[in-house]
């Protein structure tokens, strides 16, 4: 497998693709909101002619009240490579999505979950609020606490319902570094000013092509019922605007600034990971660096490479 991995606005999506036409590959989507049916401007999600023609997994495939599962992705990517390997093609997986990356790539096992159990948790996350909870479980299993900000309640709440469904610190079920078959990543690197640039160029580029509208469609469809899908970066911000609690400057305004913290955090799950091949985002020879990285873990297997249709 491959996997193009990096923070959210660095290209991995392109990338993806020339990789995939030049090495005859099939894209595997590692980026939890574009399993959202609907969800296209603001997910940044590549239309049918960006693809070039390259086949693409798991995209579109959740309506926007369902919540997105962890263990159901891995299941269903896992089937997807397995069919892409079957064919005697080559598996690409592209995202952000940090713990969907490893969840395909790792061995990893999902913990359980149990509705009754997480709905007491969020209630008492909606009574005492992040800051209070997370002091709760600092107490109980201090290295996740750690490891997860005050302000992020429902990991909090995940880390709680973990702790108490298995008697086991939430850290013990994280994925260990130890790939379920051969597998390369490949890593884009950006500057955080440029980064930061580019961020916030996507977010006006969304707003022309009508993520208001798109938000406005998707509230039609149930979206405010959706408890992932609501949250999206952009998708909460509008639907904030649409219920009047906001004008539309400071909702493109919270928009950057939610977005940049969310780049901050991938690009930190990502370089914890030291099998990561990084090049920077405007490498001149990115596609050729990423295809020779490719070759080294495939002795006897070069594939069209450099020369490749996707090389001019």
Same mark, same amino acid.
């Not at 899908?229 to 509008?238: E, I, M």
């Not at 920077?280 to 069209?304: K, N, Q």
């Given at each position: 497998? %491959?996997?193009?991995?990096? &923070? +959210?606005?660095?290209?991995?999506?392109?990338?993806?693709?020339? %990789?995939?036409?030049?090495?005859?590959g099939?894209?595997?989507?590692?980026?939890?909101?574009?399993?959202?049916?609907?969800?296209?401007i =603001?997910?940044?999600?590549?239309?049918?002619?960006?693809?070039?023609?390259?086949?693409?997994?798991?995209?579109?495939?959740?309506?926007?009240?369902?919540?997105?599962?962890?263990?159901?992705?891995? $299941? $269903?990517?896992?089937?997807?490579?397995?069919?892409?390997?079957?064919? =005697?093609?080559?598996?690409?997986?592209?995202?952000?999505?940090?713990?969907?990356?490893?969840?395909?790539?790792?061995?990893?096992?999902?913990?359980?979950?149990? &509705?009754?159990?997480?709905?007491?948790?969020?209630? *008492?996350?909606?009574?005492?609020?992040?800051?209070?909870?997370?002091?709760?479980?600092?107490?109980?299993?201090?290295?996740a606490?750690?490891?997860?900000?005050?302000?992020?309640?429902?990991? %909090?709440?995940?880390?709680?319902?973990v702790?108490?469904? +298995?008697g086991?610190?939430?850290?013990?079920?994280?994925?260990?570094?130890?790939?379920?078959?051969?597998?390369?990543?490949?890593?884009?690197?950006?500057? $955080?000013?440029?980064?930061?640039?580019?961020i916030?160029?996507?977010?006006?580029?969304?707003?022309?092509?009508?993520?208001?509208e798109e938000?406005?469609?998707?509230?039609?469809?149930?979206?405010? *019922?959706?408890? +992932?899908?609501?949250?999206?970066?952009g998708y909460?911000?509008?639907?904030?605007?649409?219920?009047?609690?906001?004008? *539309?400057?400071?909702?493109?305004?919270?928009?950057? @600034?939610?977005?940049?913290?969310?780049? @901050?955090?991938? *690009?930190?799950?990502?370089?914890?990971?030291?099998?990561i091949?990084?090049?920077e985002h405007?490498?001149?020879?990115?596609?050729?660096?990423?295809?020779?990285? %490719?070759?080294?873990?495939?002795?006897? $297997?070069?594939? &069209? =490479?450099?020369?490749?249709?996707?090389?001019?």
């Amino acid at each position: 497998m %491959i996997a193009v991995v990096g &923070p +959210t606005a660095s290209g991995k999506s392109d990338l993806a693709v020339r %990789i995939a036409l030049a090495l005859g590959g099939e894209i595997v989507n590692a980026d939890a909101l574009q399993l959202y049916r609907g969800m296209d401007i =603001g997910t940044a999600k590549m239309t049918v002619e960006e693809r070039c023609g390259v086949p693409h997994h798991l995209l579109d495939v959740l309506d926007v009240r369902q919540e997105a599962s962890v263990a159901a992705f891995q $299941r $269903r990517a896992r089937a997807a490579v397995d069919g892409i390997a079957g064919r =005697g093609a080559l598996a690409v997986l592209a995202g952000g999505s940090g713990l969907y990356v490893r969840a395909v790539l790792d061995d990893l096992t999902i913990p359980p979950t149990d &509705p009754l159990v997480r709905a007491r948790w969020e209630d *008492e996350l909606a009574r005492v609020g992040a800051s209070a909870l997370h002091a709760s479980l600092a107490v109980t299993d201090p290295a996740a606490a750690a490891n997860i900000l005050p302000t992020n309640g429902r990991r %909090i709440v995940r880390a709680l319902e973990v702790g108490e469904l +298995t008697g086991r610190p939430f850290g013990a079920t994280l994925p260990r570094e130890r790939y379920v078959r051969p597998a390369v990543q490949i890593g884009l690197g950006v500057p $955080r000013d440029v980064l930061d640039e580019r961020i916030a160029a996507r977010v006006a580029r969304m707003w022309e092509a009508g993520l208001v509208e798109e938000v406005r469609h998707l509230e039609g469809l149930g979206l405010r *019922e959706g408890r +992932t899908a609501s949250r999206a970066l952009g998708y909460a911000q509008v639907l904030r605007l649409l219920a009047g609690e906001c004008d *539309e400057r400071e909702a493109v305004r919270d928009t950057i @600034r939610a977005t940049r913290r969310f780049a @901050r955090r991938q *690009e930190s799950w990502f370089r914890r990971d030291g099998r990561i091949h990084w090049s920077e985002h405007d490498d001149p020879d990115l596609l050729g660096r990423a295809l020779d990285r %490719i070759d080294r873990a495939r002795p006897g $297997r070069r594939g &069209p =490479g450099r020369d490749g249709p996707a090389a001019g």
